[in-house]
């Protein structure tokens, strides 16, 4: 008799599902790339048991949630907070200063967004999102437990970066 396990998952790809930031990658060898935008879309599988009324989540209560993420980061610079050479000061009169080396930026307070992460490559804004999503997927619906969770950030079409999340319960 062959053993066999099955699992659910619904997937979410939603043209909603986007967000535009401007940020620059800082390579391994300390070079950065100009601050530059780009219009990234979100796709998300989420897997969990099935409830009683054959639901992983349902639809419509689950894509405001990624919704409001996506707005969260529209039309911001996103700044990696936790890298080793780059620095961040808030300023007094409402405004942000980047220094990378011997580059300096000053923004808005409001149109920057410092993220606990180390680079903003979309690998790791796969993962903050993954993060989040977890976080308040566990807020929203306590009776839902997702077993896996896979989010992938493109930053332009065909390229990706992705967090996956498996529960070793």
Not at 98 to 122: A, H, Q, W
Not at 151 to 161: C, D, H, K, L, R
Request: with cysteine.
């Amino acid at each position: 008799m062959p053993n066999f396990t099955e699992r659910w998952s619904i997937d979410l790809y939603k043209e909603a599902f986007k967000f535009s930031a401007a940020h620059f990658l800082i390579f391994p060898d300390g070079s950065a790339e100009r601050l530059h935008g780009h219009n990234y879309r979100v796709q998300v599988a989420i897997e969990a048991s099935l409830s009683e009324h054959g639901l992983v989540l349902d639809f419509k209560q689950v894509k405001p949630v990624i919704r409001e993420l996506c707005d969260e980061l529209d039309e911001h610079w996103l700044v990696p907070g936790l890298h080793p050479v780059l620095k961040v000061e808030h300023l007094e009169q409402g405004s942000i200063r980047v220094r990378y080396r011997e580059r300096k930026y000053e923004s808005p307070s409001e149109d920057v967004i410092v993220l606990p992460i180390n680079n903003t490559s979309s690998e790791n804004l796969a993962g903050w999102l993954g993060g989040e999503l977890r976080r308040r997927l566990r807020v929203r619906f306590p009776g839902v437990s997702v077993r896996r969770l896979r989010i992938a950030v493109e930053e332009t079409s065909g390229q990706s970066g992705v967090y996956l999340f498996e529960s070793v319960e």
